[in-house]
């Protein structure tokens, strides 16, 4: 909850101050993934939930959840690595993200004029 407020709280910080971000794109406003609450949903991207993966193991939970939208791929590569830290993940390389014991991997493949973005959230052992 506290990670959903502080990026409530950069979006408007950045609304009011700058230009409008890939966040912003379209006025629309701030959503966040249905299994990972804490990672921000782009704008332009629609979660598929009825693919999403859920399972709590003993050495943490394994999420792997999927959006899609028509959009750029450096646009969502941007957007993830300017807004990810703001939630207390750090950027390990490319698009891997660390935090708290966990990995957090953020896979791109276009499908015809679709981008599919696959997000999928594990324990650091589980690499």
């Not at 939930?49 to 709590?56: G, P, S």
């Not at 690595?81 to 698009?95: C, H, K, R, S, Y």
Request: aromatic share 10%; net charge negative; proline share 5%.
């Amino acid at each position: 909850m506290l990670g959903r407020i502080r990026y409530i709280c950069y979006a408007l910080l950045v609304a009011g101050f700058m230009s409008p971000s890939p966040a912003q794109a379209g006025g629309e406003t701030a959503a966040f993934l249905s299994a990972i609450e804490d990672v921000p949903l782009m704008a332009g991207l629609t979660e598929d939930t009825a693919a999403t993966l859920d399972f709590d193991k003993p050495d943490g939970r394994l999420v792997e959840a999927y959006a899609y939208g028509e959009v750029r791929r450096d646009d969502v590569v941007e957007f993830y690595i300017t807004v990810m830290p703001e939630f207390g993940w750090q950027l390990a390389n490319d698009l891997v993200f660390s935090r708290d014991g966990e990995m957090l991997r953020i896979h791109l493949s276009a499908e015809d004029r679709l981008l599919l973005v696959r997000f999928v959230l594990s324990p650091h052992s589980s690499q």
